[in-house]
């Protein structure tokens, strides 16, 4: 599951930053206020998506596919995405990916509950894969971050986790061409925690 992630405020990477701006630009024109920071789903953070060009754009979302009952859908499995019908028309062809510092989890035990920070060893920029949605709620859609079982090092938290592609696969991710499920198995594997203070 992925229920935060974080954007930095104010020690921003020079790309992160680039992102922000990108989107932050495009929201204003729109009457949207983007949020960094601590997300919290239905915020409005910078996503990377095919533009009208098909060209990588960034564009400011909300976070949740709104729920037929009300709500929001802020995860969906990777596993069977692509054929349930509310997910699979996005699996196919409107995927994005959203830009974070890392994401939070966290462990129930007896004794209550463990904030974890989850990132990417050595990186500034982790791109969490997600799909969107055209919606009236925001000009520029809504998205849901896709979700896998754990990766070991990190399963006694949570048996889920996002899925987290790597840089290089940016352009592929977002192609209408490439296969859905063949570039799930790309997902980056490695990722590291620290307990939040």
Request: charge should be neutral; hydrophobic fraction near 40%.
């Amino acid at each position: 599951m992925c229920g935060r992630f974080y954007i930095e405020e104010d020690d921003m990477s020079a790309q992160m930053l680039r992102f922000v701006e990108a989107a932050r630009k495009k929201a204003e024109a729109n009457g949207l206020t983007l949020k960094t920071g601590e997300i919290f789903p239905t915020d409005i953070v910078p996503a990377i998506a095919g533009g009208r060009d098909l060209k990588p754009g960034v564009f400011p979302m909300r976070w949740g596919f709104t729920a037929s009952g009300g709500g929001a859908l802020i995860n969906a499995r990777s596993e069977t995405a692509d054929t349930k019908p509310l997910f699979r028309q996005s699996a196919l062809q409107r995927r994005c990916l959203l830009p974070a510092a890392n994401y939070f989890e966290w462990e129930r035990s007896a004794g209550g509950k463990t904030k974890y920070s989850i990132k990417m060893p050595g990186e500034g920029v982790m791109y969490l894969a997600g799909l969107y949605t055209r919606s009236d709620s925001c000009p520029f859609g809504e998205f849901t971050i896709l979700t896998r079982p754990a990766a070991k090092d990190i399963a006694f938290i949570h048996d889920r986790m996002p899925v987290i592609m790597p840089e290089n696969m940016i352009s592929r991710w977002l192609s209408h061409t490439e296969d859905y499920r063949s570039l799930l198995a790309s997902a980056a594997e490695g990722v590291e925690y620290s307990v939040c203070g």
